[in-house]
């Protein structure tokens, strides 16, 4: 009991979060997940997620959360901004991008904005990023700016304008990957004038 507890333990320091799928791939029984939650060895932090004590008391919560439960998602919008720091916006919901036509995830721990990409618009200028063990997918910075001119009916467009003066000022892309994406985006129009105006 105890050697698998350590086991199971240690799962959990490598991974940062686990669920109870990832107990049969190192061949342990789920049981163990609630005899280790009542010995205060691990902590549930939503369905199916388990972590070691306090080890998620970070700004990126509810990002692992999220990407946890919906691995094909893609952290967008306001969500990615914070996350890439060209915000002072703090979202109080996980702005998420899915693919069409698929069921919307139910997560009932936080709060999540789903925004639905198709074809490119969802596979491009995806970055992964390891946090406390859980990969998380977050657009490019480039690509977050230009979905937040994309988007500007949604935040609001001094959102957008914002994200765009943070992303030069900190150097987080290039013109030529911001220009990339305005592209790819079909809102060079929208932000030309905006960078024009901020070099």
Same mark, same amino acid.
């Given at each position: 009991?105890?050697?698998?507890?350590?086991?199971?333990?240690?799962?959990?320091?490598?991974?940062?979060?686990?669920?109870? &799928?990832? %107990? /049969?791939? *190192?061949?342990?029984?789920?049981?163990?997940?609630? $005899?280790?939650?009542?010995?205060? #060895?691990?902590?549930?932090?939503?369905?199916?997620?388990?972590?070691?004590?306090?080890?998620?008391?970070?700004?990126? &919560?509810? %990002? /692992?959360? *999220?990407?946890?439960?919906?691995?094909?998602?893609? $952290?967008?919008?306001?969500?990615? #901004?914070?996350?890439?720091?060209?915000?002072?916006?703090?979202?109080?919901?996980?702005?998420?991008?899915?693919?069409? &036509?698929?069921?919307?995830?139910?997560?009932?721990?936080?709060?999540?904005?789903? $925004?639905?990409?198709?074809?490119?618009?969802?596979?491009?200028?995806?970055?992964?990023?390891?946090?406390?063990?859980?990969?998380?997918?977050?657009?490019?910075?480039?690509?977050?700016?230009?979905?937040?001119?994309?988007?500007?009916?949604? $935040?609001?467009?001094?959102?957008?304008?914002?994200?765009?003066?943070?992303?030069?000022?900190?150097?987080?892309?290039?013109?030529?990957?911001?220009?990339?994406?305005?592209?790819?985006?079909?809102?060079?129009?929208?932000?030309?004038?905006?960078?024009?105006?901020?070099?």
């Amino acid at each position: 009991m105890t050697n698998r507890l350590e086991q199971l333990t240690k799962l959990a320091r490598v991974k940062g979060v686990i669920r109870s &799928r990832d %107990l /049969i791939d *190192v061949g342990l029984a789920r049981q163990y997940l609630s $005899i280790a939650c009542n010995r205060g #060895l691990l902590e549930r932090v939503g369905y199916g997620l388990y972590c070691l004590p306090n080890a998620m008391q970070n700004e990126h &919560r509810s %990002l /692992i959360e *999220v990407c946890k439960r919906v691995p094909s998602g893609v $952290i967008c919008l306001l969500s990615a #901004l914070r996350y890439h720091g060209m915000t002072t916006q703090l979202p109080f919901e996980v702005w998420l991008a899915i693919p069409p &036509r698929t069921r919307t995830p139910i997560i009932d721990t936080v709060q999540v904005r789903f $925004i639905r990409f198709s074809g490119m618009a969802l596979t491009e200028g995806i970055e992964k990023h390891e946090i406390e063990g859980a990969q998380l997918r977050v657009y490019h910075p480039a690509k977050t700016v230009a979905d937040c001119f994309k988007f500007r009916n949604k $935040i609001g467009t001094d959102i957008a304008i914002e994200a765009l003066r943070d992303c030069l000022r900190q150097k987080k892309a290039t013109i030529n990957e911001l220009v990339h994406f305005s592209r790819f985006c079909r809102v060079e129009r929208v932000m030309a004038p905006y960078m024009e105006a901020m070099l």
